[in-house]
């Protein structure tokens, strides 16, 4: 399974950015989807996820400001973020949880991460 991040980039305080992710392969189902961050010096965290049915979770430090989305059908998911701040400057990455129809074995895939820049 082939997970491929899109849409970062260098935005002020304040403005808007939507990262969008698509995965693809022998994927027979993906589970939960969803979006983690790592900032320099720092270990990565959780943004945001959604299962397949919608349920969604999301970090406090975004609540409010971020929103995922998903579309099944086309194995891809987005993010939404608005009022960006400085603090959110990290690298953005996508996360599904697949099972894969060559195999049937259920893992983790992960993209290789979208920058996104926020400056103050």
């Known amino acids: 399974v082939h997970v491929v991040e899109s849409g970062g980039g260098l935005v002020q305080a304040g403005g808007s950015l939507r990262l969008s992710c698509a995965a693809s392969g022998t994927i027979f189902r993906i589970d939960t989807m969803g979006w983690y961050r790592q900032a320099p010096g720092k270990q990565r965290e959780l943004v945001a996820t959604?299962?397949?049915?919608?349920?969604?979770n999301y970090a406090d430090s975004v609540k409010g400001r971020f929103t995922i989305s998903r579309d099944n059908a086309k194995n891809t998911v987005y993010l939404q973020m608005n009022s960006l701040k400085p603090e959110d400057t990290a690298v953005y990455f996508c996360?599904?949880?697949?099972?894969?129809?060559?195999?049937?074995?259920?893992?983790?895939?992960w993209g290789q991460g979208t920058r996104v820049t926020v400056s103050s």
């Open positions: 959604r299962t397949r049915g919608g349920t969604t």
């Open positions: 996360n599904a949880d697949a099972v894969d129809s060559s195999t049937w074995a259920a893992y983790a895939s």
